[in-house]
């Protein structure tokens, strides 16, 4: 009110000059009645996050992929607020950050580690581990003796928390989404998953009787999502391939140049 008062009146005796001196009085006066008050930065009306949806398939990998996963598990976002200024010197601002604890899954089949991730096409994570944004990460490879992961115990109950065996996923915590919009960004992931591979890999957990020793030449990754018929013909586009079943066992080799 005060404000208003001395910026009419200062404008009104030394034109717009007097009117800011006269709003710089008026709010010192403001000040000494009313106090200093709060101001509130930006903030979030809707915490909860996207989840995924039920039914989609996880690939298995081979090789050395780059791939974007499904989350899996996810809490709402954790607001955090910080207060500064306040006092003599002017109102007070609280401002607000958000963080998010999710868990995406990226194989159906054991893995050797993650490598690099990137975050809307940004760099998440260095090829030496380190996170670019404040929060942690723990990744589980898939194999059978893993523990259920300590924050998804935590949060659900250790009686109703998978440890995800055979299932190879990365769990975030407290991942700052400053600079994501305060949303959990789109990620990619390079997985590495065996050093090297061949055509049997891919076979032999779906047949089991089979022959299939065939150097997969020039091909550094490989998803496997559909049936075996489907990844076969794909193969044999790039590399022609023969397949004998004649016998007890299918014998698949590198088709002959004629």
């Known amino acids: ?52 949806s ?5 690939p298995r990998h081979f090789g050395r992929m780059r791939v974007g996963g499904a989350i899996i598990w996810a809490t709402d976002l954790v607001e955090h607020a910080a207060r500064s200024g306040g006092g003599k010197t002017g109102p007070s ?13 990226l194989s159906s089949r ?6 690099r991730i990137w975050a809307d096409g940004q760099l998440l994570r260095g090829a030496a581990g380190d996170l670019k944004v404040a929060g942690s990460m723990r990744v589980y490879t898939g194999h059978g003796d893993a523990a259920p992961d300590p924050l998804i115990a935590t949060s659900e109950g250790f009686a109703h928390c998978p440890a995800h065996r055979d299932l190879a996923y ?14 959990i960004p789109s990620l990619s992931f390079e997985v590495f998953a065996d050093d090297a591979f061949h055509l049997g890999d891919l076979a032999t957990d779906v047949v089991e009787d089979i022959d299939a020793a065939v150097d997969l030449e020039g091909i550094a ?8 018929s489907e990844t076969l013909a794909l193969i044999d586009q ?17 088709a002959r140049v004629k």
């Open 54 to 58: 039920y039914g989609i398939a996880l």
């Open 1 to 52: 009110m005060a404000t208003l008062a001395f910026s009419s009146l200062g404008t009104a005796l030394a034109g717009p000059i007097g009117g800011a001196i006269g709003s710089l009085v008026g709010g010192q006066v403001d000040r000494a009645i009313f106090g200093t008050g709060t101001r509130q930065g930006p903030r979030l009306r809707e915490l909860a996050v996207t989840g995924s």
């Open 170 to 183: 990365v769990v975030f915590e407290d991942l700052d989404l400053s600079d994501f919009y305060n949303r």
């Open 221 to 228: 990754g490989f998803s496997l999502e559909g049936s075996l």
């Open 93 to 105: 601002l609280t401002t607000y950050s958000y963080t998010a604890n999710f868990a995406v899954a």
């Open 238 to 254: 790039v590399l022609p391939l023969d397949a004998n079943a004649a016998g007890t066992r299918l014998v698949l080799s590198r």
């Open 110 to 115: 054991p893995i050797a580690g993650i490598g």
